[in-house]
């Protein structure tokens, strides 16, 4: 158990239709990052947050956004959700903001159908 | 564009039979490069980091190596425990995360 929790473990929905992901850190981690895993593409870094503030965004699309709160939890808002947005996302943890030592969480399946 | 190319996609070995499996990279500007290991339907675990070319890391079975252009994640005397998916990631100095597809690894008893 890497200390990182992720809800909801599973999400089926359709498409057009907007989900919310949630992640809590490990306690006292300040970083939050955001993956997308699919078969075809592996992982994909998204978006990277450090004590509420973004610090770097990868290959995120506009339909996506994120944001992390002052507990440090943050959430993944994914809209107008295609079929090709099925995958498993992961969020990871790690103290400091350079990202040395990231710590995973056992991620959501999302199912668009 | 910064990118990651691990190879073999597959491997197996028998218990006790050592190899080495291969990250390639091209990055802007290195800041990490790091190794995780990933059971099935599980967020990837780390094992190592590597920050400059020369540096080496070992842990048990496991060592990991670096160049300019790609590291290598040797396993001494693998056993049926170490079967996983190595995936191999870098950080640019624009703090972005790139991943390879992995190496799937079975080892047979």
């Known amino acids: 158990d890497s200390g990182v929790t992720q809800t909801p473990k599973h999400l089926i929905t359709a498409t057009g239709q907007r989900v919310t992901l949630r992640c809590s850190p490990r306690s006292g981690d300040l970083s939050v990052y955001w993956y997308q895993q699919s078969l075809d593409q592996g992982l994909q870094f998204l978006i990277q947050?450090?004590?509420?503030?973004?610090?770097a965004k990868g290959n995120i699309l506009e339909r996506f956004s994120a944001q992390q709160f002052p507990d440090l939890h943050s959430e993944l808002n994914l809209s107008s959700l295609e079929l090709g947005d099925s995958a498993l996302y992961f969020c990871a943890s790690s103290v400091v903001a350079g990202g040395n030592t990231q710590y995973f969480g056992p991620g959501t399946r999302l199912t668009v159908l | 564009e910064d990118q990651v190319t691990q190879s073999p996609e597959a491997l197996r070995l028998q218990e006790g039979e050592s190899s080495s499996l291969n990250c390639s990279y091209t990055?802007?500007?290195?800041?990490?490069l790091f190794w995780y290991r990933q059971d099935p339907g599980k967020g990837p675990e780390f094992l190592f980091t590597?920050?400059?070319a020369g540096e080496e890391k070992e842990k048990e079975r496991l060592k990991a190596t670096l160049t300019k252009k790609e590291s290598f994640l040797h396993i001494t005397a693998p056993k049926p425990e170490d079967s996983a998916t190595y995936l191999c990631?870098?950080?640019?100095?624009?703090?972005?995360?790139?991943f390879g597809t992995g190496t799937s690894l079975t080892v047979i008893p």
């Open positions: 990055v802007s500007g290195l800041r990490g």
């Open positions: 990631a870098v950080q640019n100095t624009g703090n972005q995360f790139y």
């Open positions: 590597l920050y400059s």
């Open positions: 947050y450090y004590n509420g503030e973004e610090r």
